[in-house]
């Protein structure tokens, strides 16, 4: 792959991924608009927590198993309809078993019947999510995202009307949650026609030897993933569950609210760099076969990319807070906006974070990992739970970027002892 070529299917791919993000991201902002004003911060926030308890567990599901499929069939495309119907089981077994797990787990919260039955509702968004990032692998790798995003769209689209429809109805707040869920499954169908003109059928298989080495070969990355995601989600649920202090004169259901909808602008801000790094990630790993200097110019590269790209969305996340929030949240959520900046005020942390954990993963270093996201997110949990009681989601807020800030500091020292032992 030539050097012009390179850069124009990496740039077409991220724009392709910005669009699909572009396009489900407006849609569910208007969707929140739309909750806020006829269900009011009660019920935003309840549906807020039906859509974080799946997501918390959606990387969790992938468990690193999609980064050694992409890096292997960049290889050897030959095996990719083996692969893909060898993980396709694998993410319906694990999603289930995860599903049933977690149904016994609300039972254990303090939520009233209907939140909770909203909430066991949306944890089949993990199978269908789980299906589609299994799908994803072979858009990764053929770098035709503009498949993926239009099965995504798709679906967010049908999200849309299901949700302007049941909200005009009025119907309970886990109904239109559930449109999620039906427009989740449509986008892996459509995906499945996309999949075929590649050339990729799906045929479930049980191949134990091919197991064996995927979840070996994923277990560092797993771990990480898992810690990953306790250290970005598990706050929401938290203050959904912790006694909070009286004198913000909320609940937890309305505290969870004020968090969640700048929590959902900070996941925009910082989305462009996740989508950057996936169509980068097969880049890398072939610029790595090539030598060491054609990897170490292009990640130069994408750092200095990254930074700058985290510099300007942090500014504009801390200078336009309460235009933002009054606009999706209305006077309601006036709160929010603080939270909003102290997340914005770290977003180039998260933007550095992404490529050099990447880099470790390229490098074949995966297995130090865990241990840097095992330590942020132990420090993470420690923290939520003795300052949220005190100050809620303004600790919430502030934990979660000092977090990230552990992280990198741990991954900028493994990614320099990685490349040490591989250049050596």
Known sequence: MNKDSTTVK???NTIYQVAGKVVSMSITMLAIVIITRVYGREGYGAFSLMQSWPALFFVIVDFGINAIATRELSKDFSKASKYIGNIFLIRIVFSLALIILLNIAVSFFPYA??????????????????????????????????????????????????????????????????????????GVFIALKYLKSLGVTIKLEYDKKLWGYLFSSALPLGIMFVFSQISFKEDAIMISALKLPASYGLNNTESVAVYALPYK????????????????????????????????????????????????????????APVLINLIGGSQFYQSIDVLRILSSGIVIFYLTAPISWLIVTLGYQKFLPWVYVVS??????????????????????????????????????????????YA
């Not at 909430?119 to 053929?142: D, E, K, P, Y």
């Not at 060491?292 to 700058?308: P, S, Y």
């Not at 003795?386 to 992280?407: D, G, N, Q, R």
């Open 377 to 422: 997110a132990s420090f993470n949990m420690i923290a939520n739970f003795i300052f949220i009681p005190k100050y809620s989601f303004y600790a919430a807020s502030i934990i979660t970027v000092v977090s990230e800030l552990i992280i990198l500091v741990l991954l900028i020292f493994t990614a320099r002892k990685s490349w040490k032992l591989k």
């Open 10 to 12: 990496v740039a077409k």
């Open 265 to 320: 602008i900070f996941e925009v801000l910082i989305a462009f760099n996740h989508f950057f790094m996936n169509a980068m990630y097969p880049i890398l790993v072939q610029k790595m076969t090539v030598g060491e200097g054609q990897l170490k110019a292009t990640f130069t590269k994408v750092i200095k990319l990254v930074v700058g790209l985290g510099l300007v969305s942090g500014i504009i996340g801390v200078i336009f």
């Open 113 to 186: 019947p209907d939140l909770k039955l909203g909430v066991r509702l949306a944890l089949f968004m993990i199978l269908g999510h789980s299906l589609f990032t299994t799908q994803n692998i072979i858009f990764q790798v053929r770098l035709r995202y503009d498949y993926s995003q239009l099965s995504y769209g798709i679906g967010y689209v049908v999200i849309l009307l299901m949700v302007l429809f049941l909200s005009y109805l009025k119907v309970h707040i886990m109904w239109v949650n559930f449109s999620y869920l039906l427009g989740g499954f449509l």
